[in-house]
Every structure is written in structure tokens, then in C-alpha cells.
């Protein structure tokens, strides 16, 4: 059975950091890409960032792009986001999913099968 177990999220000031952790289990096959995805309040889920996890390749929204970085650690079977000059925009709850690969399409919710619990991050001005 496939896991994702999101933490990391808090309350800071704009301008600080957090670092988010994904950490998966269960995952059978050999390639898979780690979305993060963020929702704020009455809004749609949108997504943040993807890695594959074997091949590297990474993209982010422009939204975050230049702030954020998204990193995976293969051997702890965890994926971190770590999110710098942080914004009040950037308040939400963050969720971690896995796809079979990094798609063109990633920002699509309707793409990941698998979902973690969500982590909020509140950002204050």
C-alpha cells in the first residue's frame, strides 16, 4: 500500500523559510515522480512543484520559481521542499502525491492516484 506522510508546515513571519518533507512508502515501481501541490482557502489545489526521482528532473510554478527548491533523498525514501522568502500568498495546506513519472501535465491534480495528509503553512506580513 502506497503512504505519503507530509510535514514541516508552521507559522513564520514573510521573508523566513520552512523545509516540507514528503516521505513515501509502499511504492513498488521503480520510477516515480513527488508533486507538491498547495490549497488555500476556497481555492482550487494547485500545483507547486515535481521531481522524478530517478531522472531529476524538476519543475515548479512560476508562482514559487527562484524560492522554492524541491530535492528527493531516495535512500530515506523522502522529498523535500524547501521554501525560502516565504510570502503571505504562500499560505496554504501542502499536500505531497506520486505519479507513475513526471508528466507535462503535473499541475493536474487528476493525474496522482496517491495523496498525503497535507501540512499547513501560515505565512504572516
Known amino acids: 500500500e502506497v503512504q505519503l506522510q507530509a510535514s514541516g508546515g508552521g507559522l513564520v513571519q514573510a521573508g523566513e523559510y520552512l523545509r516540507l518533507s514528503c516521505a513515501t512508502s509502499?511504492?513498488?515501481?521503480?520510477?516515480?515522480?513527488v508533486a507538491w501541490f498547495r490549497q488555500a482557502p476556497g481555492k482550487e489545489r494547485v500545483g507547486v512543484s515535481v521531481?522524478?526521482?530517478?531522472?531529476?528532473?524538476?519543475y515548479y510554478s512560476d508562482s514559487v520559481k527562484g524560492r522554492f527548491a524541491i530535492s528527493s533523498d531516495n535512500a530515506e525514501n523522502k522529498v523535500y521542499l524547501q521554501m525560502n522568502s516565504l510570502k503571505p500568498e504562500d499560505t496554504a495546506v501542502y499536500y505531497c502525491?506520486?505519479?507513475?513519472?513526471?508528466?507535462?501535465?503535473?499541475?493536474?491534480?487528476?493525474?496522482?492516484?496517491?495523496w498525503g495528509q497535507g501540512t499547513l503553512v501560515t505565512v504572516s506580513s
Open positions: 502525491a506520486v505519479d507513475y513519472f513526471v508528466s507535462e501535465w503535473w499541475t493536474d491534480p487528476e493525474r496522482y492516484d496517491y
Open positions: 509502499g511504492i513498488t515501481f521503480d520510477d516515480y515522480a
Open positions: 521531481i522524478g526521482t530517478s531522472v531529476g528532473i524538476s
